[in-house]
């Protein structure tokens, strides 16, 4: 399954997507772009995105949300005014919603042939499995927005450059807080430019 997955990142299907050429003027092509239709066509970036948001996502609070009449909840009253912080990061690691919640699988966003990401209702209105952007009315307003800024970015950056770890390094994905959620030990990569031809 994970290989089967991991073919739609490879190099030869990023080259099959590099279709839309931008020319000069002068009849010279300029560069290549992945465009909004090509993202489509990539059900694991998707998912991988997905992923990237449940098990590391960039603000681990929402903005503090006050109550606006005494409630009970669990048996806790929760009274008038009171603030409220809501864990994003460990309701997207819950053991009881999620399978090996701490380990990153894109795949469990997938239908079983990897084909098409399964149908997720990130914004938490019909269930709340993980909350990234938050829930309600108070929800991110720029949630797709940044969606598919992700999804582009993701995707030229493989899709441009060939990434490797360097020889006796490693990816450590522990994290740290500063204004978001950004990583302990900044990512050590040697890159390089795709050729495409
Ligand atoms: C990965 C990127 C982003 C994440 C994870 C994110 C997440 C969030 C979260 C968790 C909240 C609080 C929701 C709540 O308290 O219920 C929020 C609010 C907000 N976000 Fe984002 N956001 C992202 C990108 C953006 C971008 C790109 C913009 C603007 C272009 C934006 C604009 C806002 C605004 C204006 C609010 C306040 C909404 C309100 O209080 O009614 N966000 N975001």
């Given at each position: 399954?994970?290989?089967?997955?991991?073919?739609?990142?490879?190099?030869?299907?990023?080259?099959?997507?590099?279709?839309?050429?931008?020319?000069?003027?002068?009849?010279?092509?300029?560069?290549?772009?992945?465009?909004?239709?090509?993202?489509?066509?990539?059900?694991?970036?998707?998912?991988?995105?997905?992923?990237?948001?449940?098990?590391?996502?960039p603000?681990?609070?929402?903005?503090?949300?006050?109550?606006?009449?005494?409630?009970?909840?669990?048996?806790?009253?929760?009274?008038?005014?009171?603030?409220?912080?809501?864990?994003?990061?460990?309701?997207?690691?819950?053991?009881?919603?999620?399978?090996?919640?701490?380990?990153?699988?894109?795949?469990?966003?997938?239908?079983?042939?990897?084909?098409?990401?399964?149908?997720?209702?990130?914004?938490?209105?019909?269930?709340?499995?993980?909350?990234?952007?938050?829930?309600?009315?108070?929800?991110?307003?720029?949630?797709?927005?940044?969606?598919?800024?992700?999804?582009?970015?993701?995707?030229?950056?493989?899709?441009?450059?060939?990434?490797?770890?360097?020889?006796?390094?490693?990816?450590?994905?522990?994290e740290?807080q500063?204004?978001t959620v950004?990583?302990?030990?900044?990512?050590?990569?040697?890159?390089?430019?795709?050729?495409?031809?």
């Open positions: 399954m994970v290989t089967l997955c991991s073919e739609f990142l490879s190099a030869g299907s990023w080259r099959k997507l590099k279709k839309t050429v931008i020319v000069k003027d002068n009849g010279r092509k300029e560069k290549e772009v992945i465009t909004e239709q090509d993202l489509e066509k990539l059900p694991y970036l998707k998912a991988l995105i997905l992923e990237a948001l449940r098990r590391h996502p603000g681990h609070f929402l903005l503090p949300h006050v109550v606006s009449e005494d409630v009970v909840l669990n048996g806790y009253l929760v009274p008038k005014k009171g603030t409220i912080n809501f864990m994003v990061a460990e309701i997207g690691w819950d053991s009881q919603v999620w399978e090996d919640p701490m380990d990153f699988k894109p795949e469990r966003f997938l239908n079983d042939d990897c084909s098409e990401v399964r149908v997720f209702d990130l914004t938490g209105t019909k269930e709340i499995k993980m909350i990234p952007f938050g829930a309600g009315k108070r929800i991110c307003p720029a949630y797709k927005l940044a969606l598919l800024h992700l999804e582009y970015f993701v995707a030229n950056l493989v899709c441009n450059f060939d990434w490797k770890v360097p020889k006796g390094g490693d990816v450590d994905l522990s740290k500063e204004f950004v990583m302990k030990n900044p990512l050590r990569v040697h890159i390089s430019r795709r050729t495409h031809h």
